[in-house]
């Protein structure tokens, strides 16, 4: 619906365009249920998933690239155009150059000198990287910027522990956001928040220096996706509550101002979390059976594809939220204009 009361914009800026790539690979639940030594029937009823995709040979700068392209067409704007690129996922093609370079020479922008660089907050990495991109576009210091969140997880599932293994899939997702001197839309709340009793519940411990590849002391597994599901959730439900209260009061028992909610795409237990807080199925965005978990790329992806779908028009307002490793919790309210 569209809004005629006031709202306070606290940072102005305007999705300009959103787009999204998934690999052509579709990974069937009966296919990972024998990797992982279940039933299929096990994955669906468990973790809400029917299907994902994982990459063959793609690269996650080139998953992003595609997801780019299509946001800067909506925009109608040219790579070349960009004040800046924003790098934010929570998976890493390499540990050095950053994940932004790898994407701006993907983009073929490696002469233009366009600023590129990463922001990681595993799967608030995207969350994020918009409250800092629309800091940037309301203090007028950029005018243009490229969010991108691309996440290749099927590279470290451990099929031993099938409730992750079975939830993880690749995609790619990117908004383009430009300053809006109207300040009709923009960010009308933001929130962050860690509590690092959870680290070692969401992990992969190997890829650094304390478990790095070329240690005696490293083994093949620490390279690989650890997460204790149900620690996870007790926590969530431990601080979400006074987490949103914080936000604003109202999304205890509803939604408030906010005409839809696009949650990070944790698991099929995490989205009904919803529930408890009275929010209207139809009002919440969900492609958890269709793509599982894309890590930072599950909020972006579920963004995108609902504004291809026309769930969020002028006017209307979305409550972007989830949780990540850390553990950390992140909202930000967007009003599109």
Known sequence: M???????????????????????????????AQRCNVDPDWILQNNGVKQRHWVTTETSSQLGAAAARKALAQAQLDASEIDLIINASGTQE??????????????GLGKSGIPAFSIHLTCMSFLRAFQIAATLLDSGQQQRILIVSADI???????????????????????????????????????????????????????????????????PEDNLFHMEGPKVLRLVATYLPKFLSTLNPALTTGLAEYDLVVPHQASKVGLRLAEHFDWPPAQVVNILADYGNCVAASIPLALAIAMDRQQLTAGQQALLIGTGAGLSIGAVGYRHG
Not at 7 to 24: E, F, T, Y
Not at 94 to 107: N, V
Not at 186 to 198: K, M, N, P, V, W
Request: a positive charge; one cysteine or more; aromatic letters at 4%.
């Open 153 to 219: 997880a099927s590279v470290a599932l451990n099929f031993a522990e099938p409730e992750s293994a079975s939830l993880l899939g690749d995609a790619a997702a990117a908004v383009v956001l430009v300053a809006d001197p109207t300040r009709t839309s923009g960010l009308i709340a933001h929130q962050f928040a860690t509590y690092s009793r959870g680290a070692t519940s969401t992990e992969v411990r190997g890829g650094g220096t304390r478990l790095h590849p070329n240690l005696a002391t490293t083994k």
């Open 2 to 32: 569209r809004r005629t009361e006031t709202i306070m914009i606290k940072l102005a800026c305007r999705i300009a365009g959103s787009g999204w790539h998934v690999p052509a690979r579709i990974v069937t639940n009966a296919e990972v």
């Open 94 to 107: 390499q540990s050095i150059p950053d994940g932004g370079a790898l994407l701006q020479r993907e983009l």
